[in-house]
């Protein structure tokens, strides 16, 4: 079928709105009508990086409607509403272990843009395209996925809105609620208020963490932390030091820290506003061949962890229709740091939010 699609061309391009052919879903595929997609971090990295040849389609926050099933699918039929999140092969160690986000075959399933048996979904005028982005490739009017990638959505809830839930979302507030399971009354300082670190504040909320540190240098991010349950907020452009600025409040050190910068210098500064053991969850992309933060010794001496989260330890089919509670009952208003646009605009979106004009993105599509 044709569909439209914004493709991936080079690093420092533009996105480009063109017309694909996409084929019809295998047996164990899904034909998912795009109503809605967040555009997150990890996609611009991608593009710009080059990590999937170009040209490709991205896009891994979609959420729509069913439109047709491979013969083998029994999850979903057409007509659900559906939330779309990462692929996991479901048959592995860890996803026997209900930890699908470090699926042994997590690269393969998400992040190589073809099937694991080298086939792309999308072509151009014969030409593949990189596509089958964490088993989704949702910047296009119909997208190409899987069961285990599907979670529905009620029929209250606002499903254009939805996708973001299935990356963005549940790694900010997975993050908190799951992978560093922060208890009540414990001390969290996150550095980063975008819409992952804004997400950890809203986890960090439900949690019922006494002390809540948010490290951001744009007013409005910080005025929207605190709105969500932030006690503390940091402007970095004051030239505090982070450390210092961090025991003016917790004079022993937090807890528990966690990093949506992926900025190096960000990071080394956490360490020293640790209490002795404590945990840093780490979910910011940072330059390859970046070293952990700190020294040995030091983290040895004070019997510090540092974990590395991805997707927020989530398995989607428990922690997405929890998180859709959460919001329904006005734990969890990730909407008010949403701004939708036309998908067409998705490179105006792009800059609006790089000027610092919104939070997060989401774009949608034409009925």
């Known amino acids: 079928m044709k569909i439209q699609a914004a493709v991936a061309v080079g690093a420092g391009k533009p996105f480009e709105i063109r017309t694909l052919d996409l084929e019809d879903p295998r047996d164990d595929e899904v034909l998912v009508r795009i109503v809605g997609v967040g555009v997150c971090h990890t996609d611009l990295v991608f593009k710009e990086a080059e990590a999937i ?23 979903v039929v057409p007509g659900d509403r559906v939330a779309i999140s990462f692929r996991s092969c479901g048959s592995c160690h860890r996803c026997d272990q209900g930890d699908p986000a470090y699926c042994h075959s997590m690269p393969l399933l998400n992040y190589a843009g073809m099937r694991p048996d080298g086939s792309k979904t999308l072509a151009d005028n014969g030409a593949p395209v990189g596509s089958n982005f964490f088993g989704q490739s949702s910047f296009g009017a119909y997208a190409i996925s899987y069961e285990r990638n599907l979670v529905k959505v009620p029929e209250d809830l606002p499903l254009e809105l939805m996708g973001p839930l299935g990356c963005g979302i549940q790694t900010g507030a997975g993050g908190v609620m799951r992978s560093l399971a922060c208890e009540a009354g414990s001390a969290l300082l996150i550095t980063g208020g975008g819409p992952v670190g804004l997400s950890a504040v809203m986890g960090a909320r439900i949690q019922g963490c006494g002390v809540i540190i948010v490290v951001e240098p744009h007013a409005a991010r910080r005025a929207l932390a605190l709105d969500y349950g932030a006690t503390h907020v940091i402007d970095p452009a004051a030239g505090t030091d982070l450390a210092a600025a961090v025991r003016a409040v917790v004079p022993h050190g937090v807890g528990y820290a966690f990093d949506t910068t992926g900025i190096p210098a960000v990071q080394s500064a956490v360490l020293g506003a640790l209490e002795p053991k404590g945990v840093f969850g780490i979910v910011g992309v940072a330059a390859p061949g970046t070293p ?76």
Do not use: W
Not at 53 to 75: D, M, Q, Y
Not at 293 to 321: A, C, H, Q, R
């Open 292 to 367: 952990l933060p700190g020294d040995v010794n030091t983290v040895m001496t004070f019997g510090y962890t540092i974990k590395g989260i991805i997707e927020g330890d989530s398995d989607p089919d428990e922690f997405l229709p929890e998180l859709m509670d959460h919001y329904r009952q006005g734990r969890l208003p990730f909407d008010r740091m949403i701004k939708t646009f036309p998908f067409a605009q998705i490179n105006e979106a792009i800059a609006a939010q790089h000027r610092g004009d919104c939070i997060k993105i989401v774009l949608l599509m034409d009925a």
């Open 53 to 75: 040849a170009a040209p490709a389609v991205l896009g891994h926050e979609g959420s729509g409607i069913v439109e047709k099933v491979g013969a083998g699918v029994t999850k």
